[in-house]
């Protein structure tokens, strides 16, 4: 597949080149161990970003929502002390300026893709965005999404295909793996494949990875916890922690059959402040 798409670099990370990139965490940061935990693994097994929540939109208000701020904090000092950049949603304007402590990469949440003020605020502040698909969304609303950061001046956007609602409920939403690469050749931008929100059981996640690799994926964002039965948030999709590193492989295998790579290793972690 060609890929001729604008490589977006995060400090020194590029995303859309020959290599893939890793970003993988739990859904909710929940407490340091167990972020410090994700992030040790992450690293290990190739991950340049490490992913986490700290304010959460749940469906339901009584569900869990996130430690906020002390959430951000933890993700920053695991993801320094492993070397990983990191990826997490940002529900609100005026989040944006603090958020750059913690965030390096600003993930808009799915429910949030049309939100017009917090993408044109995202355009107006140069972040890197991970702009998250609607799940009720077209592809071309999609892309008109991601015009509304670009258009402000931040071409630093990366797209993400989560799964659309569809008819079946065999699986939590439907992987469109055909948007993956129309996204890329209409708009030239990466995209990055989240097989966790699509599949909703960890049951399914290694072969929509694997088929989102085969797409053209420029990324994967994977959600892992150390002991999924005790997540507070998204636990029956969670990978197991320790088997991340056998599914990387296998999306490293995908990956060098198409020409293309997957980080191998860990970076050199960040000295403590
Ligand atoms: C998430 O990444 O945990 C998340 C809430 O994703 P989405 O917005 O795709 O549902
Ligand atoms: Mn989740």
Same mark, same amino acid.
């Given at each position: ?115 017009? %003020?917090?993408?044109?605020? /995202?355009?107006?502040?140069?972040? %890197? ?19 509304? *950061? ?24 439907? /992987? #469109? ?35 989102? *690799?085969?797409?053209?994926? #420029? ?7 150390? #002991?999924?039965?005790?997540? /507070?948030? #998204?636990? %029956? ?24 790579? *997957? ?5 050199? %972690? *960040?000295?403590?402040?």
């Amino acid at each position: 597949m060609s890929n001729s798409v604008r490589v977006v670099n995060i400090r020194d990370c590029a995303i859309g080149g020959a290599e893939l990139m890793v970003m993988a965490g739990p859904c909710s940061i929940e407490s340091r161990e167990q972020i410090f935990h994700c992030a040790e693994v992450v690293a290990a097994s190739g991950g340049r970003f490490l992913r986490g929540g700290a304010f959460k939109v749940r469906t339901s208000p009584t569900a869990f929502q996130g430690l906020g701020w002390d959430g951000w904090k933890l993700l920053r000092e695991a993801a320094d002390a492993h070397g990983l950049l990191t990826v997490s949603e940002i529900l609100g304007e005026e989040q944006i300026e603090p958020a750059r402590r913690y965030v390096d990469f600003a993930q808009i949440g799915s429910r949030n893709m049309q939100n017009v %003020p917090l993408l044109r605020a /995202l355009g107006r502040s140069r972040m %890197p965005v991970l702009l998250k698909r609607g799940f009720g969304c077209t592809i071309d609303e999609w892309l008109h999404a991601a015009e509304y *950061v670009t258009g402000e001046g931040n071409e630093h956007v990366v797209l993400c295909e989560r799964g659309i609602r569809t008819f079946e409920t065999a699986t939590r939403f439907t /992987l #469109d793996v055909a948007a993956v690469a129309i996204a890329k050749a209409r708009l030239g931008l990466p995209v990055v494949v989240d097989p966790s929100h699509a599949a909703g059981q960890r049951e399914w996640v290694e072969c929509l990875t694997l088929s989102g *690799v085969a797409c053209g994926a #420029d990324g994967l964002l994977i959600e892992t916890h150390p #002991d999924p039965a005790r997540a /507070l948030s #998204d636990g %029956p999709q969670a990978v197991v922690l320790k088997e991340l590193p056998a599914l990387v492989e296998k999306a490293r295998r995908v990956a060098q059959a198409l020409g293309r790579t *997957v980080a191998a290793g860990a970076r050199q %972690p *960040v000295a403590a402040a």
